[in-house]
């Protein structure tokens, strides 16, 4: 049997995950040894499979967690020959990838056309609220509507900081109902979160979209160099990732050569993918030509930032 958890809303889905892992546990009789994690970036599909001809020998079902088969081309090929004989065992293989995958690929349709599968995308802001609301009532503390609303606009669709800031204002509240006040006060808003979202767009050429965000920005008062700095930021990450993907590296060499975190990795591995290396070669170089042209005087930092989306 095999299941497929993916999306970009990694919070729910390690909730998920963690979810068939106690279950597990709970009907185990014996101790955890067939319980696995496999990481398809660290081994090949040979040991991978190896685990199902082991537990052919016992009466106990596996679980095994495999981690980044989207990132290793050679183990999705062995994966999709014996994708057959995996679904018909008894043991449980979880597909788990903690962010976008590439749905073009064949081993995407096919484990959503045979498998059990699950998408986590971002909540909107009203899902966001409703998410939000059920978490303070765990822990029972009350919350003002107005400061609800503030909590969502600081901290966004991000439920891993979410979750960290609703604890540290529950335990600051002490008690009380949390006010407006007390989220200005211990809440610090994650301009990044957007900024993203802003650079997504840029990277997925979606200009309407990103001229929308950067609006957003500038108006709750966003400095345009610091909105600068985290594009050219994001860009040689894109063109670093590129280059090294053109050489024929896979991910887990794109990793150890670029030094970048794994996070950032997948991120620009899909998002590169969108241009050409030319392309991004030229991006970048325009937009160090409008930084400069920003501290030279020559044009204005809010307009210089349109001039770069409806360029690109």
């Not at 979160?193 to 709750?220: C, R």
């Amino acid at each position: 049997m095999i299941i497929f958890l993916y999306g970009k809303d990694s919070f729910r889905s390690k909730q998920k995950l963690n979810e068939i892992i106690n279950h597990y546990k709970e009907s185990l009789k014996k101790g955890f040894e067939n319980l696995i994690y496999a990481d398809a970036n660290q081994i090949d599909f040979l040991d991978f499979y190896n685990n199902f001809k082991i537990s052919a020998m016992f009466s106990e079902k596996k679980l095994i967690i495999l981690k980044n088969l989207f990132f290793n081309k050679k183990f999705q090929e062995d994966f999709l020959e014996e994708s057959k004989k995996l679904e018909d065992l008894k043991d449980v293989v979880v597909v788990y990838e903690s962010d976008l995958v590439d749905q073009r690929l064949k081993i995407f349709k096919v484990l959503i056309k045979n498998c059990k599968s699950q998408e986590f995308n971002l909540l909107d802001n009203g899902k966001l609220k409703i998410w939000a609301q059920k978490e303070f009532d765990k822990l029972h503390r009350k919350i003002n509507g107005d400061a609800l609303s503030l909590f969502i606009n600081y901290v966004g669709n991000d439920l891993w900081k979410a979750s960290n800031e609703i604890k540290k204002l529950t335990d600051f509240t002490n008690g009380a109902t949390i006010k407006k006040e007390d989220v200005e006060l211990q809440v610090r808003p994650r301009i990044e979160i957007d900024i993203f979202k802003t650079i997504d767009a840029l990277a997925e050429k979606n200009k309407k979209e990103a001229f929308l965000f950067l609006k957003k920005h500038l108006d709750n008062g966003d400095s345009p160099l610091y909105l600068l700095s985290m594009i050219i930021y994001q860009f040689r990450n894109l063109l670093l990732v590129k280059e090294l993907a053109q050489k024929g590296l896979m991910y887990a060499s794109i990793i150890k050569k670029s030094g970048l975190h794994p996070f950032v990795v997948k991120k620009n591995y899909f998002a590169c993918q969108q241009f050409s290396f030319e392309e991004l070669k030229n991006i970048y170089h325009r937009i160090f030509q409008i930084d400069l042209d920003i501290k030279t005087g020559k044009v204005e930092p809010e307009t210089a930032l349109d001039l770069l989306v409806s360029q690109i």
